[in-house]
């Protein structure tokens, strides 16, 4: 019997992803805190259309996105021709690596990037590279001292995932200044929302032909089932990631769900408002009980503990009371537990959990 066949350089590196869980044995009321999903569940608009595009579910949706594209592009004051939109913000990464990583070449990112940025890299057969940060925050020098004429894409979350941690417009604005030629800066904004005042690097992505901005519908817009992200950039870039996209990558149903969730702009006002808010009481709350964490930009607190058998014990406590938070020791932070911000009632919940643990 002949053999099966072997698969290509690199794949057999990846290490598979891991979700966040979603369900504790023998508990109903569960609170998943490990995904960041939007507490506020999607948008009532959103849902509508999606119902009412499901009706139309025998036929192609279209392939150019035209019209998510024109909302993004007018709520973001961007041009809609250099938008493009993926299967998540994972399938423009996975489109990049493709595009411009092969065996030989390096992909940048910083010591606890996003874990899909090695797997994506090691999918192209290229090899990730990851750079030292300082005090759980994005180091320019360390990644401007690790670019070499190898790198090929550098991938920066903006604010980070699991850090929360965010670097202001200068340090993205010397990075992308000091990369070598040819290499292209890709800005991370999944959690761009979050942070007022900040435009995911929309600003520089359109502005300069090295560097290339991501956003997501599946944190602040509710949608991460539907699963509909989007890139924007310079227009030669767009057209080569359009040649490899699938032309019906996105189906009716999240293609309408995703432009009505685009165009609600009070539900993304309140969502932020929640954040916000329960973000500084799980902030100070934690602080309180003693438990260190940074400032987070984002939706999410990361809870650091003396080691990793006290945020395993504390995470088993908060289990046994059906609150599912994450380990990001797959992240190289053994000792930390991820806890996304939750809206009042969950927030409430999780403090009273912490406060009973019995370190
Ligand atoms: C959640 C997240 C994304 C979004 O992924 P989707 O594929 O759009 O759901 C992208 N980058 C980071 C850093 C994230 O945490």
Redesign the pocket.
């Known amino acids: 019997m002949q053999a099966a066949p072997q698969p290509q350089p690199g794949i057999m590196d990846i290490a598979l992803y891991q979700g966040g869980a979603s369900k504790v044995a023998g508990q109903t009321d569960v609170l998943k805190l490990s995904s960041?999903e939007n507490p506020h569940g999607a948008p009532a608009s959103a849902r509508e259309a999606a119902r009412e595009a499901a009706d139309a579910m025998h036929l192609y949706p279209n392939t150019d996105h035209a019209s998510l594209r024109a909302a993004i592009a007018e709520v973001h004051g961007i041009e809609a021709d250099r938008v493009i939109c993926g299967v998540?913000?994972?399938e423009i990464i996975h489109l990049l690596c493709q595009a411009y990583v092969g065996p030989g070449d390096e992909v940048l990112h910083p010591e606890y990037g996003?874990l899909?940025y090695p797997i994506s890299a090691r999918a192209a057969g290229g090899t990730p590279v990851a750079a030292p940060e300082r005090n759980r925050t994005v180091d320019v020098d360390a990644m401007l001292s690790a670019a070499t004429e190898r790198t090929k894409l550098v991938f920066l979350?903006n604010p980070a995932?699991p850090t929360g941690t965010f670097l202001g417009g200068q340090d993205l604005v010397r990075l992308a200044d000091g990369l070598p030629d040819g290499c292209l800066l890709v800005l991370?904004g999944?959690?761009a929302e979050y942070v007022e005042e900040y435009d995911g690097g929309l600003g520089l992505a359109g502005a300069r032909p090295n560097v290339f901005a991501t956003r997501?519908f599946?944190?602040m817009y509710g949608l991460?089932g539907m699963?509909v992200?989007w890139g924007y950039g310079a227009q030669e870039v767009i057209d080569v990631l359009n040649r490899l996209r699938g032309p019906f990558n996105l189906s009716n149903v999240a293609l309408a769900a995703a432009e009505a969730a685009m165009r609600d702009r009070d539900f993304v006002a309140r969502c932020l408002a929640t954040n916000t808010a329960q973000r500084a009481r799980l902030t100070e709350g934690l602080r309180a009980l003693g438990i260190s964490c940074d400032d987070s930009a984002a939706n999410f607190v990361l809870a650091r503990f003396a080691d990793e058998a006290e945020a395993l014990a504390c995470d088993a406590h908060l289990k046994s009371r059906g609150i599912i938070v994450r380990h990001v020791a797959s992240y190289g932070l053994p000792h930390c537990l991820r806890m996304t911000v939750g809206d009042k009632a969950g927030t409430t919940r999780l403090l009273e959990a912490l406060n009973a643990w019995e370190r």
């Open positions: 960041n998540g913000s994972d996003f899909m979350a995932n991370d999944a959690y997501t599946s944190k991460g699963r992200g």
